[in-house]
Nanobody
Framework: VQLQASGGGLVQTGGSLGLSCAAS????????IGWFRQSPGKEREFVGY????????YYADSVKGRFTLSRDNAKNTVYLQMNSLKPEDTAVYYC????????????????????WGQGTQVTVSS
């Protein structure tokens, strides 16, 4: 599985931005796509995930209510819609894929993801 993240850019505080993660190769119905982000000098942190089959989503508290994940199975693409952006959302955003099922709490941990995209920069100006 290869992942291609796109859609990053510069936006003002309070603005919106949409990211895409296009997957090539087969993502099994029980797979999951997760998003993580990393700011300079900080650990890569969990943002949210969506299950490929059922479309269940889960978000980090820091983005809950502002970010929304969706998927288009026919296009093998996951979308991350980010609204009400804050300067602290500035980071490189990565999408990652897990092809086999694990416990749901493990899907918030980057080490449980098998495949990673290259990252896309999101900058929120104050």
């Amino acid at each position: 599985v290869q992942l291609q993240a796109s859609g990053g850019g510069l936006v003002q505080t309070g603005g919106s931005l949409g990211l895409s993660c296009a997957a090539s190769g087969r993502i099994f119905s029980y797979g999951t796509i997760g998003w993580f982000r990393q700011s300079p000098g900080k650990e890569r942190e969990f943002v949210g995930y969506i299950t490929w089959g059922g479309g269940e989503t889960y978000y980090a508290d820091s983005v809950k209510g502002r970010f929304t994940l969706s998927r288009d199975n026919a296009k093998n693409t996951v979308y991350l819609q980010m609204n009400s952006l804050k300067p602290e959302d500035t980071a490189v955003y990565y999408c990652a894929a897990r092809s086999t099922p694990v416990k749901t709490f493990q899907l918030t941990c980057r080490r449980y993801y098998n495949y990673w995209g290259q990252g896309t920069q999101v900058t929120v100006s104050s």
